[in-house]
């Protein structure tokens, strides 16, 4: 920010372009703020100080500000042109944005609140421009911060307090304990309050804290008041600070004055007399940024790709021009402008390579550009993903349409209206190609309405929106220095153009025969744009020959099956489940659904049924590939050709060439490239899925959607749990290490494998535009979500694991993402099986719709939730009859175990009980719920911070042989995102999420022991004991009421009555019943003899 005011106070520090090259590539260096983990403002990382770098709050936020700051800013002031302007990317600022208000007002994993993040919501920075979050990060400082001579940095900062050790820099984690309540207070935040307080116009606060100020600073020479670094308590009164907290006299400690807190003293005493305004030592208005903005108008352009695209719209009543029709606008997928600013800061002489190649944003796309005379317009990243199959499907691209434009109405902040240029492309037509997508017809009527996806739209020519559009010149593309695209020290990878999309209108940019116009720039886009059309290798799919052929296939992949089987060392006990010809399905296994651990014992077959089949081979004994490309050349199906180019993968690897119409012939992978492009015509999404992963297609901003889920404070599992298998994702790391590591905890397994890395992507997607769906999380366990997944399609159709498997496969993308949205929600959905006719076979397809009809109830997101909230209202009635009125000594172990269920059962609750119990009628509700909620590792609220308390008064908490010790609240306080995630990590060890979700009720039982009058709990409570115990309880009472052993049948894993996981946790027969009885017997030794109410 300090450099912005160079150029306008007539410093001139910058000379020459190197230096302005050298500046600009900070800028690349500063805009991964948001997701770099570094030490923080104070220089000392995790509050232990032991090197341990994290995410921080308040480098987030200077990072924003500054990047806001140096946009556009002309280095060499009034003297300077285009080439000395240095360039941010707005969808760069837009992270750090979302991130800081992800973290606030929690300032870093280990530190639940920072003092120093003042300097991030008021002055200097203004970084966040919600009013509403700025006032509660300000609240949350004073209260927990404040003390009687300014704020402490953090809670438990041990720096110059008496009991730190002056010969240890690294303090050990139990050592945090020692600092509580004695802490050192920082007059410096006082004087960040005061301007704040001038800045909003608060005079109260700015005399309140002058005041207070004045009482202790320190007079200096000549009369003039200093201010100290700190206040600490005197060494001899450390255990009455300790037990009484702000009542000692501190004494002042450090530098005097501090310089940093004296300079902002002496400004804040300066505005608040009036000798200066806010605007002289706020230059560049940054104040400003809470005021609200105008509401954004979105443009879309709507193009034909062809004219008979064109003429099927015009049928439609709507009328587009194509691409052609643009000219002179050009217009270009989101790749070309990554290529295009990955040119920006190159410098030979100073080593500088200049900005990473990475993707667009959807604000960087909707500006329009103007490079070297020419107007370019680009398409939005998620029309240019042909490099993976999302785009394949129309229904996903609208979603992301949708996504696009409500991201662009809440964060678009530039001069001018932001402009979507839509492609209908042909990918967009339906199954006869003869008519648009239903899906995307009825969204091009609501963009021409003026209203989609929560935004304004106004639809038009780009012709018409040139004068009303933000526009940018990127002149460092213009001729200079650096000015030939084609420098010779540069040199385009094939990896830069490798995948790029064959379709005509991206090659035709009608460039015009004069010098003017096909200049450098035309064919540097002509170069990057290039790629020769494969030649077609692969036979068309022999769709006549009848019976016999199909038959002989059909023989022929069976024994190919065996030697897949033998190829890969597979188990092939789950071959059965599937339809022999699909090699691909075979070669994996299905999914296990939660529900049934033992699903696969009745499914095992022998497979020497196939291995007796007999395989072509040569004279030597080996298998024959010529043999098989031949048939190759006669499979009725793409899925007898993929089955087939699969075999070759194995056997020969993708590099083998086939000799198929000619020596040497095409590679395995080029055929199988080609066969991709074939099948995703055909929407078959199980076997497009799998042919991506055996071609290792790059998933669209894969590390990317990581990123943006780490950076919101979310740790990642991936593979199937438990532990070692279920791999931790805790910091950022590079895509192929990102992939590596999938593929090893998938267990080599494709579906699994394929399935995480879709599911981040929809992940990273909803944390974006919806992040209330993730607040009680703090770790996302991908390979249990594909189970949950499998599972609920399993019930829903009545159907095995490998048919759950083999549905779940095929849902396209956006039924996938549909369907990620109703298990993170909670929301009931329904799902739809209906034929339809491929590649000559008639296929199942699957789909996914909400369930509103009239009568059905939305399923709360946390059960748990809302029955809490009741149990509350009901005890604070009984407490307040109960008034003055004292317990007697039996009346806790009552209030735990029948006080529940009684007052559940009487009065003006009764009602609601028999509501609940209709509501809860259907077999297996509660079961599903408590699954949903354990694989998502929802808790109730308030539930680490009540799980700390109970650490406090007991040794520790046992889940499953794994002890979550009580010396944890000794290094971590309860608001810190740390404990939340080491709980987490403890609970996590229990792979069956209904019965995690039990371990957490029964733990809930235990902390509403917290504020009864209870000094100690004991040892180490056995969490997992107390819930075998309710179990045992419910198991004899239901048996005594006549419930046979059908009914009471226990899950073999956990041994825990089927009938319990899908009880409501309220009611007579309600979880919670027998879970406070269990609590009670099992602490009923360490209760209170003369009695006391229950919170």
């Known amino acids: 920010m300090g450099v912005r005011t160079w150029p306008p106070q007539g410093l001139h520090i910058i ?85 800081l208000h992800s973290m606030l007002p929690r300032a870093s994993s280990s530190k639940e609140v920072d003092a120093s993040v003042l300097s991030v919501i008021s002055y200097p920075a203004f970084a966040v421009e919600d009013s509403e979050l700025v006032e509660i990060t300000k609240q949350e400082i ?96 450390v255990d009455e600070e300790y037990n009484n907290p702000h009542t000692v006299d501190r004494i002042p400690m450090g530098k005097l004055p501090l310089m940093w807190g004296q300079s902002l003293y002496i400004l804040g005493c300066l505005m608040a007399e009036g000798f200066l305004a806010p605007g002289e030592i706020d230059p560049l208005n940054r104040r400003f940024a809470t005021v609200p903005k105008p509401d954004v108008v979105v443009q879309v352009c709507i193009l034909a790709e062809t004219e008979g695209i064109k003429a099927i719209l015009k049928k439609e009543g709507i009328h587009v021009e194509t691409v052609a029709d643009v000219y002179p606008i050009r217009v270009q997928p989101a790749r070309i402008l990554s290529h295009i600013y990955a040119r920006l800061g190159r410098n030979k002489q100073m080593s500088l390579t200049g900005r990473p190649y990475r993707h667009m944003g959807v604000i960087g796309t ?48 530039m001069t001018g209206r932001p402009t979507i240029t839509f492609p209908v492309s042909q990918t967009m037509l339906d199954d006869t190609g003869s008519s648009i997508h239903p899906t995307v017809l ?20 780009l012709s018409e929106f040139l004068t009303t559009s933000c526009r940018t010149h990127l002149s460092f593309m213009d001729p200079g220095p650096e000015g030939k695209v084609f420098a010779n020290g540069y040199k385009l990878g094939l ?38 059309v494969p030649q077609s290798n692969l036979p068309p799919t022999a769709q006549q020959g009848g019976l016999k052929r199909f038959r002989a296939a059909v023989h022929t992949t069976r024994d190919l099956m065996s030697l897949a089987s033998k190829a890969k060392d597979l188990q092939v006990q789950n071959v059965g489940m599937y339809v022999p010809s699909k090699i691909f399905q075979a070669s994996q296994q299905s999914v296990k659904l939660l529900s049934s651990p033992h699903q696969h014992d009745q499914e095992v077959k022998s497979h020497a049924l196939h291995a007796e089949m007999n395989l072509p081979r040569d004279e030597a004994g080996n298998v024959d590939c010529k043999a098989l490309v031949d048939q190759l050349r006669i499979c009725p199906t793409l899925q007898e050709q993929a089955d087939i180019l699969y075999m070759l993968h194995i056997l020969k690897g993708p590099e083998w060439h086939t000799g198929l119409e000619s020596e040497p012939g095409p590679t395995v992978k080029e055929l199988l490239t080609e066969l991709y492009v074939r099948v995703g015509a055909t929407r078959q999404w199980a076997l497009i899925r799998y042919i991506s992963g055996i071609l290792k297609k790059k998933v669209e901003a894969l590390d990317e959607a990581c990123t943006a889920l780490l950076s919101h404070q979310k740790h990642l599992t991936v593979g199937l749990p438990p532990e070692p298998r279920e791999k931790t994702i805790s910091a950022p790391i590079p895509y192929e290490e990102l992939v590596r590591l999938i593929d090893e905890a998938s267990e080599k397994n494709l579906s699994v494998s394929i399935l995480t890395q879709e599911i981040m992507v929809y992940l990273a997607m909803y944390i974006r535009t919806q992040p209330a769906l993730f607040t009680d999380m703090f770790r996302i366990r991908i390979g249990l979500i594909i189970q949950v997944m499998a599972t609920e399609l399993a019930h829903s159709l009545h159907c095995s694991a490998g048919e759950a498997t083999e549905n779940l496969m095929n849902l396209s993308p956006s039924n996938v993402k549909n369907l990620l949205y109703h298990i993170l929600s909670g929301k009931e959905f329904g799902v739809e099986k209906s034929v339809r006719s491929v590649d000559s076979l008639v296929t199942t397809a699957i789909s996914i719709y909400d369930v509103e009809a009239a009568g059905a109830t939305k399923t709360e997101r946390a059960g748990i939730v809302r029955l809490k909230s009741e149990i509350k209202q009901q005890l604070d009635k009984r407490r307040q009859s109960l008034t003055g009125s004292k317990p007697g000594d039996g ?34 509700q ?106 045992d309880l419910f198991y004899e009472e239901q048996k ?23 009880s409501a946790p309220s009611g007579r027969f309600g979880t919670m019943t027998y879970l406070s009885k269990s609590v009670a017997l099992h602490l009923y030794d360490l209760l209170p003899g003369d009695g006391c109410a229950m919170q």
Not at 901 to 922: C, T, Y
């Open 15 to 99: 000379h020459s372009l190197d230096e302005v090259n050298f500046i600009q590539n900070l800028v690349f260096y500063i805009e991964a703020a948001y997701k770099t983990a570094d030490f923080g403002i104070w220089e000392r990382g995790d509050k232990t100080n032991r090197g341990i770098t994290e995410l921080n709050a308040s480098s987030v936020g200077m990072a924003k500000a500054a990047l806001e700051a140096l946009d556009e800013l002309d280095l060499f002031g009034a003297k300077g042109g285009p080439q000395s302007v240095i360039r941010v990317l707005s969808d760069e600022v837009q992270h750090c944005q979302s991130i």
């Open 142 to 237: 004073i209260t927990k911060l404040q003390g009687r001579y300014g704020c402490c940095r953090f809670l438990r900062d041990g720096y110059r307090t008496p009991r730190e050790d002056p010969n240890r820099s690294y303090y050990e984690p139990a050592e945090l304990k020692l600092f509580e309540n004695i802490e050192c207070e920082w007059p410096l935040f006082w004087t960040y309050l005061i301007i704040d307080g001038i800045f909003n116009g608060n005079m109260e606060q700015v005399q309140e804290y002058r005041e207070a100020l004045e009482g202790i600073l320190i007079k200096g020479k000549n009369g003039v008041r200093l201010v100290p670094e700190l206040y600490s308590v005197p060494p001899d009164k």
């Open 366 to 413: 909707s500006k329009l550009y103007n490079i070297r005379k020419n107007i370019f317009a680009f398409t939005p990243q998620f029309i240019d993903q042909q490099q993976f199959y999302l785009a394949l499907d129309s229904k996903m691209i609208v979603e992301m349409l949708r996504t696009d434009l409500s991201y662009l109405c809440s964060r678009w902040r």
């Open 442 to 461: 009825a969204t091009l009527r609501k963009l021409q309405d003026g209203y989609f996806g929560g935004a304004r739209i106004q639809t038009g020519k």
């Open 495 to 532: 990896d830069s153009f490798e995948e790029l999309d064959p379709e005509e209108w991206l090659h035709g940019l009608q460039f015009a025969e004069d010098a003017d116009t096909y200049d450098e720039v035309a064919q540097y886009l002509d170069h990057l744009l290039q790629r020769t």
């Open 891 to 924: 009346d806790l172990l009552a209030s735990l175990s029948a006080g529940q269920s009684e007052l559940l059962d009487k009065g003006s609750f009764s009602s609601l009980v028999k509501d609940q119990s209709s509501k809860d009628s259907r077999q297996g």
């Open 926 to 1031: 509660w079961k599903r719920r408590r699954r949903l909620d354990g694989a998502l590792n929802r808790v109730p609220l308030g539930f680490y911070q009540k799980v700390w308390k109970v650490l406090q008064k007991c040794h520790g908490l046992s889940v499953e042989g794994f002890v979550l010790p009580s010396s944890t609240t000794r290094e971590m306080t309860p608001g810190e995102m740390k404990f939340a995630v080491h709980v987490e990590s403890v609970l996590n060890r229990v792979p069956q999420p209904e019965y995690r979700q039990l371990l957490v009720e029964t733990i809930l039982v235990l902390t509403m022991l917290v504020d009864v009058e209870v000094h100690t709990m004991g040892g180490i409570i056995p969490v997992e004991k107390i819930l075998h115990a309710a179990n």
């Open 1040 to 1062: 005594a009421l006549g419930a046979d052993d059908q009914m009471l049948e226990k899950d073999p894993s956990t041994g825990i009555c089927d009938l319990l996981y899908d």
